[in-house]
């Protein structure tokens, strides 16, 4: 069975969102960062980057990022555009959730959630960063229910991971009415849920 190495609140929620949207049987296996498992000899053999999540397929073999492990799981399924140019879209997307978006809004939503750092002088960058990448966001979806073509896809996946919990970064959603009415969509849709905290 798949097997998907997590840790709640972090890169790990949309691997866990693909897998029950697409209804693949997997067993979530925590990591945890508290006492630095990512780390351990037995964690790096699986990624030697010591990053979560990775997720170890039947044969032993296993892949790490949560944008590649969306793309692996995904190929094949209504989550990934048939036309060309969406699905180049779409990447676009989801680069922009790794260069842009998770930099600024998961980096502020760390140091103020578990490091508990208010104070911390990063964190006015962070918050001018992560609003900038919230109001391009806000621009895209004005007129359009998600983010590539008109059903839910792996962009809108990417990007729901940290968006819904930016407010845990200093960043007050109520000020994006059309991001607040995209998360409301996908919440409607089954794979998209929170996961356990062990």
Same mark, same amino acid.
């Given at each position: 069975?798949?097997?998907?190495y ?11 969102m693909? /897998?029950?949207?697409?209804?693949a049987?997997?067993? /979530?296996?925590?990591v ?9 000899p ?14 170890q ?11 590649a492990?969306?793309?692996y +799981? ?7 555009p048939?036309d060309?140019?969406?699905r180049?879209?779409m990447l676009?997307w989801?680069? +922009?959730?790794q260069?842009t978006?998770e930099?600024?809004i998961?980096?502020?939503? +760390?140091i103020?959630?578990?490091l ?12 001018a ?5 919230l ?6 979806l004005?007129?359009?229910?998600f ?5 839910l896809?792996?962009a809108?996946?990417?990007? +729901? ?6 407010p845990?970064g200093?960043?007050? /959603? ?13 919440r ?10 062990k």
């Amino acid at each position: 069975m798949i097997q998907l190495y997590y840790h709640p609140g972090n890169a790990s929620l949309a691997p866990h969102m693909l /897998l029950e949207e697409i209804g693949a049987p997997f067993e /979530l296996v925590f990591v945890d960062r508290a006492n630095a498992a990512h780390k351990s000899p037995a964690y790096l053999k699986l990624n030697p980057n010591g990053k979560v999540p990775v997720v170890q397929l039947e044969d032993g073999s296993t892949l790490a990022e949560s944008n590649a492990i969306l793309w692996y +799981f995904g190929e094949g399924s209504a989550l990934i555009p048939d036309d060309r140019l969406q699905r180049a879209r779409m990447l676009q997307w989801m680069f +922009f959730e790794q260069y842009t978006h998770e930099p600024a809004i998961a980096v502020a939503r +760390f140091i103020r959630v578990f490091l508990q750092r208010d104070d911390d002088p990063r964190l006015p960058d962070l918050l001018a960063r992560g609003q900038r990448a919230l109001t391009v966001m806000e621009q895209h979806l004005a007129d359009r229910a998600f983010f590539v073509g008109d059903h839910l896809s792996l962009a809108d996946l990417a990007l +729901f991971a940290y968006t819904h919990r930016a407010p845990g970064g200093g960043f007050d /959603l109520a000020a994006y009415p059309a991001i607040g009415r995209w998360l409301d969509r996908c919440r409607t849709e089954p794979g998209v849920t929170e996961m356990p905290a062990k």
